[in-house]
């Protein structure tokens, strides 16, 4: 079982940027896939972006292509997500989560299911202002 912890998340203006981590313990991190979910106040979780076990295979929605790079270091048991030009629909608490196959099963292309996700973290809040 994988355990996360995010950090990095604040109060920003519109474009301006911020870098979340998700920090794991256990030592099966690197056999999993890592995405990135948001939801703001009243709406559903969504994917935002994730990377498979080796790094190889990065996956984004639409709406931060360009903006947003998800990265991993392995060697840190870390996952980053760097935030650029930061919009105030942005606005969400953003969430890291390991995939629930692990096995370096996710080597082609990463999951983006809400659903192929097992372990969570508690979330970090971004509130990004006009």
């Known amino acids: 079982q994988v355990q996360l912890v995010e950090s990095g998340g604040g109060l920003v203006q519109a474009g301006a940027s911020l870098r979340l981590s998700c920090a794991a313990s256990g030592r099966t991190f690197s056999s999993h896939a890592i995405g990135w979910f948001r939801q703001a106040t009243g709406k559903e979780r969504e994917f935002v972006a994730a990377?498979?076990?080796?790094?190889?295979?990065?996956n984004y929605t639409d709406s931060v292509k360009g903006r947003f790079t998800i990265s991993r270091d392995n060697a840190k048991n870390t996952v980053y997500l760097q935030m650029d030009s930061l919009k105030p629909e942005d606005t969400a608490v953003y969430y890291c989560?390991?995939?629930?196959?692990?096995?370096?099963?996710?080597?082609?292309?990463?999951?983006?299911?809400?659903?192929?996700?097992?372990?969570w973290g508690q979330g970090t809040q971004v509130t990004v202002g006009s």
């Open positions: 989560a390991a995939d629930r196959r692990g096995f370096y099963y996710y080597a082609i292309a990463p999951p983006y299911m809400l659903t192929d996700f097992g372990s």
């Open positions: 990377i498979t076990w080796n790094g190889a295979r990065l």
